[in-house]
């Protein structure tokens, strides 16, 4: 029984304590002030701002080249007010060194033929042969003239070097039994000669005969043969003329000149040479 009593009495204390404490805090509120409460004091003034960051220290001046010092005058005898110095002279930059151009040996000279041209002068006159004599024959077995087997003396060599038959593309070149000369001083054939006039003729007096002479004709061995040497034909018959025999008993005559003097040659055609008689 008493056990009962002590918790009943103890949950009775429990539920009151709370409700006391609650009637206290509502019951008991503070007496009303007779005067209102003066302001809270003004609150300190913020402090001041942080002084702006120091600015950059400013860059050095630049450097001044300091004037050249004058350039001392020699003492003259008398200087006029306000007289200055004359300026130096400006300073002048050499030209700058150029390389001289190479050394380039000229190229050696090269022969050139001198161009094509007609070598026969105008006609001159000529005695014609002697009644008493006759023509010689250019048909059937026929050498260079009646001196064939006598030329035998010096060489002139051609001032062009023709090796072998160099002046005919290297193709040897054969006399035509039916031209005059074998075509080597022009396109004469023997059945028209009669109707051509003749350019000289050379005189044989040991058997009467004469050799008659015609002109060069242009683009032919005898043409070449001519501009090689500088001979420059003339009619046969004069004195003191290069008398040249070529194929088939044909004869022309030129001007004698530093290269060719006067008298009797044979020509060669295989490299264009002309053979003295001894």
Partial sequence: MNGRLRCAFALGLIAFVPAATLAQNHGAQPPPASHP????PHAA???PHAAPPAPHAAPPPPRVAQPPKPVEQPVRGFNLPH???????????????VNPPPHV???PPQHVNPPSQRVNPPPQHVNPPPRNYHQATFYGNVNYGPYWNRFHGPVIVNPHPWNGWGWNNNVVWNPAPIYWGGGFWGPYALAGLAGLTSYGSYLYDQNQQYYPSYAIAENTPGEILLQNYGLQQTQCG???LVVIWGPR???ICAYPN?????GMYQVN?????LVSMV
């Fill in 37 to 40: 409460a003066p302001p809270p």
């Fill in 45 to 47: 003034p913020p402090p």
């Fill in 83 to 97: 007289e200055t110095p004359p300026a130096p002279p400006p300073h002048v930059n050499p030209p700058p060194h």
């Fill in 105 to 107: 040996n000229p190229a």
């Fill in 238 to 240: 004069q004195p003191n």
């Fill in 249 to 251: 008993n044909s004869v």
């Fill in 258 to 262: 530093n290269a060719v003097g006067p």
């Fill in 269 to 273: 055609p295989t490299n264009l040479t």
